[in-house]
């Protein structure tokens, strides 16, 4: 089963509008990573955040973590329509050396 | 610059017949893997190596083999085991050997389509 996972599963906004995407996840982890991926391409690392920090900014892009209820979310500020694309969190699995996927959220901005 | 390269884009084979990817990087990074990703769902780990010359199973290891004799290589063979081989494949790669600990860094990824 999948560690963390993504609600919305789509997101509809227009250019200018703040989007918002929330993670859950079932075990502890030590971090939370979030990563977008463009149409038929790779995934692009976003943002790493720890299980000790509680808030990252980077650019337009805040992520909290809440590790008392196992959640996460990534806002996007101000959105363009290069934003369109899909976004997913990522968590380790229970201390193995690997990151486990949601089924991601489908963001698509409107200009 | 650097980064993971993944051939071909595109793979077509017909049933019955294994195919192999190619992933290679010149980032110099310990860590390499393998997703399969289906329409509309996340990624599922199927093959990971840490160091050269040893590599553990994923979640869905079966109807697949890796080889890591360099660090800059990871092919993926599908062979025919695989019951379900039609999917987007994806090769990552990490600096640290724990990924979680450093972000994954991964290529445009090969669609492979069995008929």
């Known amino acids: 089963s999948q560690q963390g996972e993504e609600d919305p599963q789509a997101l509809s906004i227009q250019e200018g509008e703040n989007a918002t995407m929330n993670c859950s996840y079932k075990?502890?982890?030590?971090?939370l990573q979030w990563y977008r991926q463009n149409s038929g391409r790779g995934l692009v690392h976003l943002i790493l955040?720890?299980?000790?920090?509680r808030e990252k900014h980077s650019g337009r892009l805040r992520v909290t973590l809440d590790t008392s209820k196992k959640s996460s979310s990534l806002l996007i500020t101000a959105s363009r329509a290069a934003d369109t694309a899909s976004y997913f969190c990522a968590t380790e699995s229970g201390g193995y050396n690997k990151l486990i996927f949601g089924a991601g959220t489908r963001l698509a901005v409107h200009p | 610059d650097g980064g993971i390269t993944q051939s071909p884009k595109y793979l077509f084979r017909k049933e019955g017949q294994n195919v192999t990817l190619s992933c290679e990087q010149n980032l110099n990074h310990d860590a390499m893997y393998w997703y399969r990703q289906d329409p509309g769902q996340g990624l599922r780990l199927i093959y990971y190596?840490?160091?050269?010359?040893?590599?553990q199973k994923g979640d869905i290891a079966e109807g697949y083999s890796v080889s890591r004799e360099k660090k800059e290589s990871f092919p993926l063979t599908v062979t025919s085991a695989q019951k379900n081989p039609t999917a987007f494949y994806l090769c990552?790669?990490?600096?640290?050997?724990?990924?979680?600990?450093?972000?994954?860094?991964f290529g445009n990824g090969t669609r492979l389509t069995v008929t």
């Open positions: 955040i720890r299980s000790n920090e």
């Open positions: 190596s840490q160091i050269v010359n040893d590599f």
């Open positions: 075990t502890s982890i030590n971090n």
């Open positions: 990552a790669s990490s600096r640290t050997r724990t990924g979680a600990e450093s972000p994954l860094h």
